[in-house]
């Protein structure tokens, strides 16, 4: 075995210990006092001592070991490199025939050995680890109990930034005990007073996301004027390769259980195929362009519209999976021929239609005709050109909005979904599927980066009602229900995802406030009234229908009551014999007309 240059001193350290521990075998054997005929004997086999235990040890890789961070782990592979190293001693002692050897020393050597080894190395964590706090650390406490706390102490000991002074459980039996020598001082409802007396101006939070801790936390931060952290999630640690805490975010506090996904049955569906996604430039686009690059496929077509997003998504795509064959397309889905050209030219297996108008206020007044040319026609563009390219399955994605809907945004989804059913009847070799959500986390046109920007100004937030209530996912985790509905889906089926609890945007406003490290004093809330075709409540299905469970806990097929199929030829005729203003009181009375439940507030 060749020992690295670095690792020489920390070997020889170990030599100088298995040497002693071969002497102290034999002190012990000899009840503390060696005869002379035994010292030359000492000395005669201690060289193949030596030797062995640098083999056993190398085979172990010990020596890949860093002592500062000295663990049961890798205790354990100590442990197998003694053992392998005594056995070759053992073997070695016997060849040579030594007379008289007393073989009780072949094991007290390995029990000493290994523990001046262990020792030294607990000795030089412990010293690394109880040092002074380095100049310019911040004392920080840590937020959980005691099994959440383990992993986050661990990450930040040694740190040169922070300086663990306490943990703050919401456990009331842990209260005076004590984790690696760190005290637990109280609960979260009193993290005021600990950051106070402590003189903490930073919590790491290793409670999970969405947890109540968090939340109690979150409340009193600003009071106590604490940098709030957490720990990366485990997608952060793929990308940054690193564990170290990072400031807390939105989807932390709002966050839910990790989304599970049949790897197996993506990788079968995705793996070596070709796939399509519109609208590949958006939030939920482009995320899922992400995600179905890590699953195989040969190739990937990203449509958009937006020249910007497209390059964006390619400059990204082009760094991060470097063996996939992108495609980048500037394409509007308004333009069926366009479509269908891009589409016939790589017959896609997987199509998946993301590009809609979603700005309800926008949509509401002055761009009917559009959200009605983009959301209905181009997904039926969408639709037969999957169709006929012979795609295995097509996924368009949908709005909580669509049910029952009161905005041009929500009746223009809710035809799409309609216009999808009824080509599905048409092209019986294609899987269509709808998959209804509600609000992303950070997409844009989304409620958070508007905040953002209003936060930085020092406000106003602008919310429109004090009890206005939205569903809010985050975006890799709508992308991935979304692979898993389109896993799953059979044709025609609506699926609507578990969104968890609602939560009132006037919360979520405090809440970004309270990140920002601002008070609401600061930075007021200000309510302006519901805006044009806004409901106070989303709804995720209709009052005629029901839900039935799927095998994915997070995912649910919408079962309606009766057929309410629309004529795609009359439709696509309609619009098209519209022309370019048509009068808002004709598109509502033309929606009205295919759509009972919707309710105009025009």
Request: aromatic share 6%.
């Amino acid at each position: 075995m060749r020992l690295r240059k670095e690792v020489l001193p920390l070997w020889g350290i170990d030599m100088l210990l298995v040497g002693a521990a071969w002497w102290a075998a034999f002190w012990l054997r000899f009840n503390f006092e060696i005869p002379d005929t035994f010292e030359t004997l000492i000395a005669l086999s201690l060289p193949w001592i030596l030797v062995c235990y640098t083999v056993g040890l190398g085979i172990a890789r010990v020596y890949r070991q860093v002592w500062r961070y000295i663990g049961l782990p890798e205790l354990r592979q100590l442990t197998g490199g003694v053992l392998l190293a005594s056995l070759l001693s053992a073997a070695i002692v016997l060849m040579m025939r030594y007379q008289f050897f007393p073989r009780s020393v072949l094991l007290l050597h390995p029990l000493i050995a290994l523990v001046l080894l262990s020792a030294v190395r607990a000795g030089w964590r412990t010293l690394t680890e109880h040092s002074a706090p380095a100049d310019g650390s911040k004392p920080l406490l840590i937020v959980g109990s005691l099994r959440e706390a383990t992993d986050a102490l661990r990450a930040i000991k040694g740190s040169r930034q922070w300086h663990c002074v306490g943990i703050v459980s919401p456990l009331p039996g842990e209260l005076g005990t004590y984790l690696n020598q760190v005290p637990v001082l109280g609960s979260p409802a009193s993290v005021v007073s600990i950051a106070q007396a402590t003189g903490a101006s930073t919590a790491l939070i290793a409670s999970p996301p969405g947890s109540d801790e968090r939340r109690e936390v979150l409340s009193q931060s600003s009071q106590a004027g604490l940098t709030l952290m957490t720990m990366p999630r485990p997608d952060e640690w793929l990308k940054s390769d690193s564990s170290s805490p990072r400031r807390i975010e939105l989807e932390d506090l709002l966050g839910r259980q990790a989304v599970e996904l049949d790897m197996r049955g993506l990788a079968e569906l995705f793996s070596g195929q070709t796939v399509l996604v519109s609208g590949a430039g958006g939030s939920i686009g482009s995320e899922l362009c992400r995600q179905i690059a890590r699953l195989g496929v040969s190739r990937l077509v990203c449509v958009d519209a937006s020249e910007i997003a497209i390059y964006k998504l390619e400059q990204e795509l082009r760094e991060t999976h470097p063996q996939m064959k992108g495609l980048y397309y500037t394409a509007n889905i308004r333009e069926e021929d366009r479509l269908r050209a891009i589409a016939m030219h790589y017959k896609p297996s997987v199509f998946f239609h993301a590009a809609a108008y979603k700005h309800v206020p926008l949509m509401e007044s002055h761009n009917e005709i559009e959200a009605i040319r983009t959301n209905i026609l181009g997904t039926l563009h969408a639709a037969r050109v999957a169709g006929e390219c012979g795609a295995h399955k097509f996924v368009q994605i949908s709005t909580d909005k669509a049910v029952n809907p009161t905005n041009i945004m929500g009746a223009t989804k809710r035809m799409a979904e309609l216009v999808v059913q009824s080509v599905a009847l048409e092209y019986t070799g294609t899987e269509f599927v709808s998959v209804r959500f509600g609000n992303v986390l950070g997409s844009s046109g989304s409620v958070v980066p508007l905040f953002t920007d209003q936060i930085a100004k020092g406000g106003p937030i602008t919310v429109t009602h004090p009890d206005i209530v939205r569903y809010f996912m985050t975006i890799p985790e709508a992308a991935k229900l979304v692979l898993q509905a389109g896993l799953m889906g059979k044709s025609g089926q609506i699926f609507v995802l578990d969104m968890g609890d609602p939560v009132k945007i006037a919360d979520l406003a405090r809440i970004m406030i309270q990140l920002s490290g601002k008070t609401e004093q600061e930075v007021p809330l200000a309510f302006t009234g519901l805006r044009p075709g806004e409901k106070l409540f989303e709804e995720l299905l209709a009052d005629d229908e029901t839900t039935e469970p799927t095998p994915h806990p997070k995912l649910r097929v919408a079962k309606t009551s009766g057929e309410q199929a629309v004529h795609i030829g009359s439709v696509q005729d309609w619009i098209e014999s519209a022309g370019p203003a048509p009068s808002s009181s004709d598109i509502r009375a033309w929606l009205k007309g295919h759509l009972p439940e919707y309710k105009s507030q025009a």
